[in-house]
Protein backbone atom coordinates (compact mmCIF):
# COMPACT_ATOMS: atom_id res chain seq x y z
CA UNK A 1 0.00 0.00 0.00
CA UNK A 2 1.38 3.62 -0.77
CA UNK A 3 2.36 6.06 2.07
CA UNK A 4 0.55 9.25 0.71
CA UNK A 5 2.66 12.44 0.92
CA UNK A 6 1.03 14.64 4.13
CA UNK A 7 1.22 18.34 3.03
CA UNK A 8 -0.46 19.69 6.37
CA UNK A 9 -1.28 18.69 9.65
CA UNK A 10 -2.86 20.40 12.68
CA UNK A 11 -5.86 19.12 15.11
CA UNK A 12 -8.99 19.42 12.62
CA UNK A 13 -7.34 19.45 9.30
CA UNK A 14 -5.12 17.18 6.87
CA UNK A 15 -4.14 17.19 3.44
CA UNK A 16 -2.10 15.37 1.17
CA UNK A 17 -0.89 15.13 -2.20
CA UNK A 18 -3.09 12.67 -4.02
CA UNK A 19 -1.73 10.97 -7.26
CA UNK A 20 -3.31 10.53 -9.93
CA UNK A 21 -5.50 7.84 -10.52
CA UNK A 22 -6.08 7.03 -7.05
CA UNK A 23 -10.07 7.48 -6.19
CA UNK A 24 -10.87 9.52 -2.94
CA UNK A 25 -13.28 6.84 -1.66
CA UNK A 26 -15.14 3.64 -2.39
CA UNK A 27 -17.60 4.04 -5.92
CA UNK A 28 -20.19 2.00 -7.54
CA UNK A 29 -18.59 3.41 -10.72
CA UNK A 30 -15.10 2.50 -10.34
CA UNK A 31 -15.34 -0.95 -9.14
CA UNK A 32 -12.18 -1.93 -10.75
CA UNK A 33 -9.97 -0.01 -7.86
CA UNK A 34 -8.69 -1.86 -4.73
CA UNK A 35 -7.21 1.42 -3.23
CA UNK A 36 -8.62 4.89 -2.26
CA UNK A 37 -7.28 8.02 -0.23
CA UNK A 38 -9.25 7.86 2.83
CA UNK A 39 -8.83 4.63 3.74
CA UNK A 40 -4.78 4.87 2.63
CA UNK A 41 -4.73 7.37 4.72
CA UNK A 42 -6.83 6.31 7.35
CA UNK A 43 -4.36 3.09 8.05
CA UNK A 44 -1.63 5.47 7.68
CA UNK A 45 -3.10 8.17 10.41
CA UNK A 46 -4.65 5.98 12.71
CA UNK A 47 -8.04 7.94 12.64
CA UNK A 48 -11.07 8.10 10.99
CA UNK A 49 -10.75 11.10 8.20
CA UNK A 50 -13.54 12.78 6.30
CA UNK A 51 -13.31 14.26 2.74
CA UNK A 52 -13.94 17.85 2.84
CA UNK A 53 -14.26 17.78 -0.91
CA UNK A 54 -13.47 15.54 -4.34
CA UNK A 55 -11.04 15.46 -6.72
CA UNK A 56 -11.43 13.23 -9.51
CA UNK A 57 -9.88 10.21 -10.05
CA UNK A 58 -7.29 11.08 -12.59
CA UNK A 59 -6.35 14.71 -11.08
CA UNK A 60 -3.71 14.92 -8.92
CA UNK A 61 -2.48 17.12 -6.18
CA UNK A 62 -3.73 18.60 -2.97
CA UNK A 63 -6.59 16.72 -1.73
CA UNK A 64 -8.00 18.18 2.03
CA UNK A 65 -9.79 15.93 4.54
CA UNK A 66 -11.24 17.02 8.08
CA UNK A 67 -10.41 14.79 11.54
CA UNK A 68 -14.25 15.25 12.54
CA UNK A 69 -17.79 15.85 11.54
CA UNK A 70 -18.11 19.80 12.82
CA UNK A 71 -14.92 20.57 10.88
CA UNK A 72 -15.75 18.60 7.84
CA UNK A 73 -19.25 20.10 7.76
CA UNK A 74 -17.42 23.61 7.82
CA UNK A 75 -15.49 22.95 5.17
CA UNK A 76 -18.31 21.56 3.03
CA UNK A 77 -19.50 25.16 3.74
CA UNK A 78 -16.67 27.02 2.42
CA UNK A 79 -16.39 24.73 -0.87
CA UNK A 80 -19.93 24.90 -1.57
CA UNK A 81 -19.99 28.75 -1.16
CA UNK A 82 -16.74 29.31 -3.08
CA UNK A 83 -15.12 30.54 -0.60
CA UNK A 84 -11.75 28.19 -0.92
CA UNK A 85 -9.78 29.58 -3.46
CA UNK A 86 -8.46 26.87 -5.89
CA UNK A 87 -5.34 26.97 -8.07
CA UNK A 88 -4.35 24.35 -10.77
CA UNK A 89 -1.47 23.58 -13.12
CA UNK A 90 -2.50 21.76 -16.54
CA UNK A 91 -0.92 20.92 -19.78
CA UNK A 92 -3.45 21.88 -22.71
CA UNK A 93 -3.25 21.17 -25.90
CA UNK A 94 -2.27 24.14 -28.34
CA UNK A 95 -0.96 27.51 -27.73
CA UNK A 96 -3.54 29.49 -25.54
CA UNK A 97 -3.95 33.49 -25.07
CA UNK A 98 -1.79 34.80 -22.48
CA UNK A 99 -4.99 34.86 -19.87
CA UNK A 100 -8.45 34.42 -20.97
CA UNK A 101 -11.65 33.62 -19.02
CA UNK A 102 -14.04 30.85 -19.55
CA UNK A 103 -17.69 32.26 -19.25
CA UNK A 104 -19.67 28.80 -20.06
CA UNK A 105 -22.78 27.37 -18.18
CA UNK A 106 -22.10 24.12 -17.74
CA UNK A 107 -24.49 21.62 -17.54
CA UNK A 108 -25.91 18.99 -14.70
CA UNK A 109 -26.59 15.50 -14.99
CA UNK A 110 -29.99 16.44 -14.61
CA UNK A 111 -30.03 18.48 -17.77
CA UNK A 112 -29.93 22.07 -15.53
CA UNK A 113 -27.55 24.42 -16.78
CA UNK A 114 -25.20 26.35 -14.21
CA UNK A 115 -23.33 29.38 -14.39
CA UNK A 116 -19.50 28.28 -14.64
CA UNK A 117 -16.44 30.54 -14.92
CA UNK A 118 -12.39 29.89 -14.75
CA UNK A 119 -10.45 32.35 -15.42
CA UNK A 120 -6.44 31.08 -16.05
CA UNK A 121 -2.65 32.25 -17.28
CA UNK A 122 -0.61 30.77 -19.42
CA UNK A 123 3.01 30.34 -17.87
CA UNK A 124 4.82 28.42 -20.82
CA UNK A 125 4.41 27.22 -24.97
CA UNK A 126 5.91 24.25 -26.48
CA UNK A 127 6.00 23.03 -30.19
CA UNK A 128 7.32 19.69 -30.45
CA UNK A 129 8.70 18.42 -33.50
CA UNK A 130 6.24 15.67 -33.87
CA UNK A 131 3.76 15.74 -36.82
CA UNK A 132 0.10 14.75 -35.82
CA UNK A 133 -2.68 14.54 -38.38
CA UNK A 134 -2.28 17.47 -40.67
CA UNK A 135 0.05 19.22 -38.52
CA UNK A 136 3.90 19.37 -39.46
CA UNK A 137 4.49 20.04 -35.41
CA UNK A 138 2.65 19.67 -32.10
CA UNK A 139 1.89 22.46 -29.87
CA UNK A 140 1.39 22.53 -26.22
CA UNK A 141 0.65 24.94 -23.44
CA UNK A 142 1.33 25.03 -19.42
CA UNK A 143 -1.62 26.88 -17.74
CA UNK A 144 -2.46 28.04 -14.17
CA UNK A 145 -6.13 27.64 -14.03
CA UNK A 146 -8.08 29.34 -11.34
CA UNK A 147 -11.86 28.16 -11.23
CA UNK A 148 -14.42 30.44 -10.00
CA UNK A 149 -17.09 28.03 -9.71
CA UNK A 150 -17.03 24.80 -8.19
CA UNK A 151 -18.97 22.56 -11.25
CA UNK A 152 -18.37 19.07 -11.53
CA UNK A 153 -15.19 18.34 -14.52
CA UNK A 154 -15.05 22.44 -15.05
CA UNK A 155 -11.68 22.54 -15.74
CA UNK A 156 -11.91 19.60 -18.03
CA UNK A 157 -15.25 20.87 -20.27
CA UNK A 158 -13.27 24.40 -20.17
CA UNK A 159 -10.49 24.02 -21.53
CA UNK A 160 -11.97 21.44 -24.30
CA UNK A 161 -14.75 24.28 -25.22
CA UNK A 162 -12.03 26.11 -25.93
CA UNK A 163 -10.35 23.75 -28.22
CA UNK A 164 -7.45 23.21 -25.73
CA UNK A 165 -8.38 20.21 -24.09
CA UNK A 166 -6.08 18.97 -21.27
CA UNK A 167 -3.57 16.29 -22.08
CA UNK A 168 -4.71 12.73 -21.05
CA UNK A 169 -8.27 13.54 -20.29
CA UNK A 170 -10.08 10.53 -21.99
CA UNK A 171 -13.96 11.65 -21.51
CA UNK A 172 -13.33 15.56 -22.37
CA UNK A 173 -9.57 15.38 -24.52
CA UNK A 174 -8.53 14.94 -27.79
CA UNK A 175 -8.10 10.74 -29.17
CA UNK A 176 -5.44 11.04 -31.23
CA UNK A 177 -2.92 13.43 -28.36
CA UNK A 178 -4.24 11.08 -25.87
CA UNK A 179 -3.45 8.20 -28.09
CA UNK A 180 0.11 9.93 -29.08
CA UNK A 181 1.15 10.56 -25.55
CA UNK A 182 0.23 6.91 -24.89
CA UNK A 183 2.50 5.51 -28.01
CA UNK A 184 5.26 7.63 -28.02
CA UNK A 185 6.12 8.56 -24.14
CA UNK A 186 4.19 5.73 -22.40
CA UNK A 187 1.99 8.11 -20.68
CA UNK A 188 -1.50 8.17 -19.98
CA UNK A 189 -1.87 10.19 -16.67
CA UNK A 190 -3.83 13.58 -17.05
CA UNK A 191 -2.10 16.45 -16.57
CA UNK A 192 -4.14 18.44 -14.40
CA UNK A 193 -2.71 19.14 -10.78
CA UNK A 194 -4.35 20.95 -8.18
CA UNK A 195 -1.35 22.80 -7.12
CA UNK A 196 -2.94 25.34 -4.07
CA UNK A 197 -6.01 25.68 -1.60
CA UNK A 198 -6.15 28.55 0.42
CA UNK A 199 -8.96 29.10 2.75
CA UNK A 200 -9.49 30.21 5.69
CA UNK A 201 -9.13 27.53 9.00
CA UNK A 202 -12.69 27.00 10.32
CA UNK A 203 -12.14 27.09 14.16
CA UNK A 204 -8.69 28.87 14.03
CA UNK A 205 -9.65 31.60 11.46
CA UNK A 206 -5.98 31.24 10.50
CA UNK A 207 -5.40 32.17 6.70
CA UNK A 208 -4.04 28.51 5.32
CA UNK A 209 -2.13 27.90 1.91
CA UNK A 210 -1.19 24.18 1.23
CA UNK A 211 0.91 23.66 -1.82
CA UNK A 212 1.13 20.24 -3.33
CA UNK A 213 4.71 19.72 -5.70
CA UNK A 214 3.98 18.23 -8.61
CA UNK A 215 4.25 14.14 -9.26
CA UNK A 216 6.67 12.03 -11.26
CA UNK A 217 4.33 11.96 -14.86
CA UNK A 218 3.69 15.88 -14.86
CA UNK A 219 7.27 16.55 -14.48
CA UNK A 220 8.23 13.98 -16.82
CA UNK A 221 6.19 15.75 -19.51
CA UNK A 222 7.61 19.08 -18.41
CA UNK A 223 10.70 17.95 -18.89
CA UNK A 224 9.50 17.19 -22.25
CA UNK A 225 8.49 20.05 -23.29
CA UNK A 226 11.70 21.97 -21.98
CA UNK A 227 9.82 23.40 -19.07
CA UNK A 228 11.74 24.43 -16.48
CA UNK A 229 9.97 23.04 -12.68
Known amino acids: MPVLDILFRDE ?11 LVHRSSIAA ?3 EFALQILRDQIGQTVFPAHRLDRKTG ?5 ALDKDTEK ?14 YLAIVRGH ?8 YPLRKENGTLQDALTRYKTLNRAELNVPLG ?28 IFHPIIGD ?10 LFKERWEMETML ?22 LQPEFLRVMELMGWRT
Request: proline share 6%; with cysteine.
Open 32 to 34: DAS
Open 134 to 161: NHPTSRYSLVEAKPQTGRMHQLRKHFAH
Open 61 to 65: GVLLF
Open 192 to 213: LHASQLNFCHPVTNDAIIINAP
Open 170 to 179: RTHGCNKQNK
Open 96 to 103: TPDDEEID
Open 74 to 87: AMQVQFMENCVAKT
Open 12 to 22: QLIAINKPHGL
